[in-house]
């Protein structure tokens, strides 16, 4: 059956996602068949799925790639002139291709293939900040940065004398205080780094905005994009950002394989990061000249199946609609976020409107570990913790929050258990 | 609902969690230490007042789950009165038990944390405010976390 139910011409082949994502109602119910991880039960529960923002569950035709791949076409890539080198090469530079249309980047060379977000944003701190940080410049980020974007910096901070600074949080609505933008980029900063979506807050930074603020001073600017370039359409021009990065297993691709989108200008004068083959045009004893980007940024054999995989995933997100799974994201948060503040002795954290699909809350008296565990035993997976922005919990006067978080293939029904689920661990903890 | 986890979240345990016993700082305390568990946040600080070799008082201020919570608070009430020797047996046999499911004798009522071992992740939990009281026995103001123990 398809998932577009005014479509029903699509095939089931290819998943419930396989129709053209350009009209039609989503039956986001079937599209949860395309994910075959998701029916099951978990201590006798039927599984609720709310980490997605720590990483997305896999859908059949993104399996389904991984294995062709492996089972017809692996080979080593850019060496060989046999056919599945060939093969294997082509399908490595699809992706990338892919992976530029994805972020509307101008070319596929400006896209770099990484493990992750946070490798890309090492890359970039390393690369670019060694090149063009010294002692008195400012980075600038902000008070919700994910560690992954704000231990690179200050690593690279203490290399070069360079100092970080952060934009504050505005503490009643957990967005960021516009009012201060301007006089923070009229320091002496040199590159201002933001997250696009907040893992733990769910508050949409407007991105393309202080892009336009930092770019008018000659900042460099880039963006996390960690938990939006899978939720939303995400144009890289649009933005205006120099460098933007995300992760492949968090958009429904594979685990490893993340990607760093810069600017060509920028990527060409940028150093190697690390050194090794395939990124190198020729190596001499004592010297060495390299690839341009973004072959030069990629040293070794390179994981090739989760561009492959990634691939798949980027056109299954794309026959959806990012425009529509945006949309669900936000109902949905908003949903819980209705239902939850309902509560007796919930406390919930984030933008009172216009959040994504993250919901952090805190029960009054009942710890957020103990809150997991008693939600897994429901067969709800939600996540407990710091969520790797411990600063920020710092400066929310928290240590840890539970955190529920959303993809399309999540359900009203499913949010309702929640809170049902949360009545009952409320009763439990009962003084 | 939650039936499976009545052997971890026992009665008594529950109680000690919503009503913490000895939760007060020591003005004067002999020793005190910090025990820390980076995953989960949890945070506490142990004082200790000892008169010659025995444990006079012991109280616990911080925040944590409900398992390091009541861990603590049980901790206060057992360690009163004993030798730091006493003390310091009495966390290699709750340490034996939340691994491994073995109670052994002269725990008390700390048996109560027997099925702790049945839930790996919460072991650190339950074991957090004895790390503390060794630390604050052997080396006192020091801050312990529960990632460079290895449980
Ligand atoms: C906002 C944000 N940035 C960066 C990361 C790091 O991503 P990864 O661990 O895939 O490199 C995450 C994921 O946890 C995130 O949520």
């Known amino acids: 059956m398809s998932a577009i139910v005014n479509n029903p011409a699509s095939s089931t082949r290819r998943g419930a996602a396989s129709s053209s994502s350009t009209a039609g109602e989503v039956n986001w119910a079937e599209l949860r068949k395309d994910f075959p991880i998701l029916d099951q039960k978990i201590h006798g529960k039927p599984l609720i799925y709310f980490d997605n923002a720590a990483t997305s569950q896999k859908p059949q035709a993104v399996l389904d790639a991984l294995r062709h791949y492996y089972e017809r076409d692996n080979a080593n890539v850019h060496r060989g002139i046999h056919e599945l080198s060939n093969r294997a090469t082509a399908a490595y530079e699809a992706a990338r291709a892919r992976t530029a249309q994805f972020i509307h980047a101008r070319s596929p060379e400006e896209i770099v293939f990484t493990r992750g977000t946070t490798e890309a944003i090492n890359l970039v701190a390393h690369s670019w900040g060694m090149a063009n940080l010294k002692s008195g410049d400012v980075i600038l980020l902000t008070e919700m940065e994910h560690h992954s974007n704000l231990v690179p910096w200050q690593l690279i901070a203490q290399r070069t004398g360079a100092r970080v600074v952060y934009v504050p949080l505005r503490s009643d609505e957990n967005v960021l205080d516009l009012d201060r933008i301007d006089a923070l980029l009229a320091g002496n900063v040199k590159f201002f780094s933001m997250v696009h979506i907040s893992n733990s807050l769910g508050t949409v930074n407007p991105v393309a905005d202080l892009c336009a603020r930092a770019r008018k001073r000659g900042i460099v600017t880039l963006v996390d994009g960690a938990q939006s370039a899978g939720h939303m359409p995400v144009d890289v021009q649009a933005i205006g950002c120099d460098f933007f990065a995300f992760s492949g297993h968090k958009i429904c691709g594979p685990t490893g394989i993340g990607v760093l989108y810069g600017r060509q200008d920028l990527l060409d004068a940028m150093p190697p990061y690390q050194g090794g083959g395939e990124m190198i045009l020729s190596v001499a004893y004592d010297h060495t000249e390299f690839k341009k980007a973004p072959h030069r940024f990629e040293a070794g054999t390179p994981d090739i199946s989760g561009p492959v995989g990634l691939h798949a995933a980027m056109d299954y997100l794309d026959r959806i609609g990012r425009d529509r799974i945006w949309k669900h994201d936000q109902e949905l948060a908003a949903y819980a976020q209705e239902r939850l503040s309902a509560l007796n002795g919930v406390r919930l954290f984030g933008p009172k409107t216009g959040r994504a699909g993250v919901v952090s809350f805190l029960l009054k008296d009942v710890h957020a570990h103990d809150v997991v565990m008693l939600a897994d035993q429901a067969g709800i997976a939600l996540r407990g913790g710091h969520h790797c922005t411990q600063p920020l919990m710092h400066k929310l006067g928290v240590e840890s929050t539970a955190r529920a978080s959303f993809y399309f293939y999540n359900t009203r029904e499913e949010v309702d258990r929640l809170v049902e689920v949360i009545r009952e661990i409320q009763k439990f903890f009962a003084v | ?151």
């Open chain 2, 1 to 151: 609902m939650f039936d499976d986890l009545s052997d971890l979240y026992q009665q008594v345990i529950l109680d000690h969690c919503k009503k913490p016993r000895n939760f007060h700082e020591i003005p004067g305390a002999t020793c005190s230490a910090h025990g820390h568990n980076p995953l989960c946040g949890d945070n506490l600080k142990l004082f200790l007042t000892i008169d010659g070799d025995r444990i006079q008082d012991a109280a616990f201020v911080g925040s944590g789950c409900c398992i390091s919570k009541a861990s603590a608070s049980l901790l206060t009430e057992s360690v009163k009165g004993r030798t730091r020797e006493e003390a310091r047996q009495t966390f290699d046999k709750v340490r034996e038990m939340v691994t491994t499911g073995k109670v052994q004798d002269g725990v008390g009522k700390l048996a109560v944390f027997a099925g702790v071992y049945r839930f790996p992740a919460r072991v650190k939990c339950a074991i957090l405010a004895w790390h503390a009281l060794v630390a604050a026995l052997e080396d006192p103001g020091k801050s312990v976390t529960t990632e460079d123990e290895q449980t």
